[in-house]
């Protein structure tokens, strides 16, 4: 009989439903935070302290990890920086948009608001940031950058492929006659 994935808990979850809130009209923004916040401790509270306390015996409770959440946000970005892979000299870059609200909460949106900003993607408009990255053809990490939402997809590529060497390719949304002879 082969193990269960992930120490059975996957299978034992899909048994125990997480918390669902109600829609909060009068305030979105903070009935998402709060909604997402529930799930995350349910998510933390139910499975990692009950099916992976094995493999991690200093856990501590979920309110001493939110207490040190802040407290690891810069080592958290050295161990990406550290994980990033080798460039071959075959490298792909594209974006991808992060949504902070929906459209119609813009005005009321606070918690982003001096970073995000409104911009297009080919489907919608969006309000959020942008997520840039490159991958080399094994699909690891090379570099990455997180940008506000408005900003064009070919701004940050000469700082995204400053140590990098060969040939990139992206879609259309990168092409333009001043990358071309910047790269070339």
Same mark, same amino acid.
């Given at each position: ?8 808990? #996957? ?103 001096? #970073? ?14 942008? #997520? ?46 001043? #990358? ?5």
């Amino acid at each position: 009989m082969a193990a269960a994935p992930f120490g059975g808990w #996957l299978t034992t979850a899909s048994t125990v439903t997480p918390p669902v809130h109600e829609r909060d009209d009068d305030n979105g923004e903070l009935s998402t935070i709060n909604r997402h916040t529930a799930i995350f401790k349910w998510f933390y509270n139910h499975l990692v302290c009950s099916y992976w306390r094995k493999a991690f015996p200093a856990l501590v409770s979920y309110n001493r990890f939110v207490e040190w959440m802040p407290s690891v946000l810069l080592p958290l970005c050295a161990y990406l920086r550290h994980c990033f892979g080798h460039c071959t000299g075959i490298s792909f870059i594209d974006s991808t948009s992060i949504k902070v609200c929906h459209n119609r909460r813009i005005a009321s949106h606070k918690v982003f608001k001096p #970073l995000a900003a409104r911009g297009k993607t080919s489907v919608d408009w969006v309000f959020g940031f942008k #997520l840039h990255l490159v991958v080399n053809e094994q699909g690891e990490l090379l570099n990455v950058l997180l940008t506000s939402g408005n900003t064009d997809d070919r701004k940050p590529v000469a700082q995204l492929l400053q140590q990098l060497f060969g040939k990139v390719f992206g879609d259309w949304g990168y092409v333009s006659q001043k #990358l071309v002879l910047h790269l070339w």
